[in-house]
């Protein structure tokens, strides 16, 4: 497993923008499948982005499409999540996770909190 670290949540009103980071140490997360997936309270957790290893191809779930934007820095080992326009139902605890090609979210870091004030 990966040892993920998150970072960049914070208060931000609706419209504004965050930036969150997910690194790790281990030179495998290069050749890892990275997601964000984000659990609001008292709601289950859900699929935010995710970027794939190779090619670096991205998906996004509804709710978020042509607002974030997921990339990575291999060199850095770090993955980020551009977020912008941000509403209040984007509040959130935000998880990234590392897989193989199989995509079993096997590896998690602690979290960040994001919450988007009306």
């Known amino acids: 497993q990966l040892h993920l670290v998150e970072s960049g949540g914070g208060l931000v009103q609706a419209g504004g923008s965050l930036r969150l980071s997910c690194a790790a140490s281990?030179?495998?997360?290069?050749?890892?499948?990275v997601g964000w997936f984000r659990q609001a309270p008292g709601k289950e957790r859900e699929f935010v982005a995710r970027?794939?290893?190779?090619?670096?191809?991205?998906f996004y779930a509804d709710s978020v499409k042509g607002r974030f934007t997921i990339s990575r820095d291999n060199a850095n080992n770090t993955v980020t999540l551009q977020m912008n326009s941000l509403k209040p139902e984007d509040t959130a605890l935000y998880y990234c996770?590392?897989?193989?090609?199989?995509?079993?979210?096997?590896?998690w870091g602690q979290g960040t909190r994001v919450t988007v004030s009306s």
């Open positions: 996770a590392a897989a193989g090609d199989d995509l079993a979210w096997q590896s």
């Open positions: 281990e030179l495998t997360f290069k050749r890892s499948h």
């Open positions: 970027i794939t290893w190779r090619l670096r191809r991205t």
